[in-house]
């Protein structure tokens, strides 16, 4: 089965930096890969999402990267503010593992804390 | 709020004793799933439903664990005699799938989840 790898484990960043979150998955059929944010006691919130017919996709000041052949994706947040701080995770699946997109393989999760 | 609501948020009980969680998925989804978190890890995927439907089970989702959607709407997830290790958050998500099989496009919305401790 997939299995998807997020590094680094936590993160800290000071307010207005950048802020990268990597994530490796091993299932060459995968081909859906949404990010995850979820906040100390709240639900995962998607917060962007890539198909690999797509290398880059951009909503603000959030990007996803895919390279298919090394088959990792990485989130990139700009110009971080503090209430970005949360856990965000990475998934992938893929329709060989059926007809489902919401059956993610999650990475384990990075913790984000952007300092005022 | 019209996203996905789970009940209860909160549930203790001691070994060996039954629990039933509620999921209420968003009112025009046609797709339930139930995930698992354990505290410092991604969501594990237990189980999903297409309808009243359920097309797939996790090997994660031992006999103890039943779930059902009768009508295709809510869903209700059944743990028998818990164990210290069923402990665990349960979330609920659910989805509108539309498309042909190669082209099926499907978002996941989450549920804020149902957190269990077993003594």
């Known amino acids: 089965g997939e299995n998807v790898e997020q590094h680094p484990s936590t993160l800290s960043v000071q307010e207005g930096d950048s802020a990268v979150i990597k994530c490796t998955y091993s299932?060459?059929?995968?081909?859906?890969f949404p990010w995850y944010k979820q906040e100390l006691g709240k639900r995962p919130q998607l917060i962007i999402d890539?198909?690999?017919?797509?290398g880059e996709k951009k909503d603000q000041r959030i990007a996803v990267t895919l390279n298919k052949t090394a088959k990792h994706f990485s989130l990139h947040i700009t110009e971080t503010q503090p209430e970005d701080s949360a856990v965000y995770f990475c998934?992938?699946?893929?329709?060989?593992?059926?007809?489902?997109?919401?059956?993610?393989?999650f990475g384990q999760g990075t913790i984000l804390t952007v300092h005022p | 709020d019209t996203g996905v609501s789970q009940d209860p948020r909160h549930k203790i009980t001691k070994r060996g004793q039954n629990v039933t969680f509620r999921c209420d998925p968003i009112?025009?989804?046609?797709?339930l799933y139930w995930y698992r978190q354990t505290l410092g890890q991604g969501p594990e995927f237990l189980t999903y439903?297409?309808?009243?439907?359920?097309?797939?089970k996790s090997r994660l989702l031992s006999d103890r664990f039943s779930a059902e959607r009768p009508k295709g709407s809510f869903s209700t997830l059944e743990i028998q005699r818990t164990e210290q290790g069923d402990s665990a958050m349960y979330l609920c998500?659910?989805?509108?799938?539309?498309?042909?099989?190669?082209?099926?496009?499907?978002?996941?919305?989450f549920g804020s989840g149902t957190q269990l401790s077993v003594l």
């Open positions: 998500a659910s989805s509108l799938a539309w498309g042909q099989k190669m082209l099926i496009n499907e978002k996941l919305f």
């Open positions: 009112s025009e989804h046609n797709r």
């Open positions: 890539i198909r690999s017919n797509v």
């Open positions: 998934a992938a699946t893929g329709v060989a593992g059926g007809t489902s997109y919401g059956k993610l393989t």
């Open positions: 439903f297409q309808n009243e439907a359920q097309l797939e």
């Open positions: 299932d060459s059929a995968s081909n859906y």
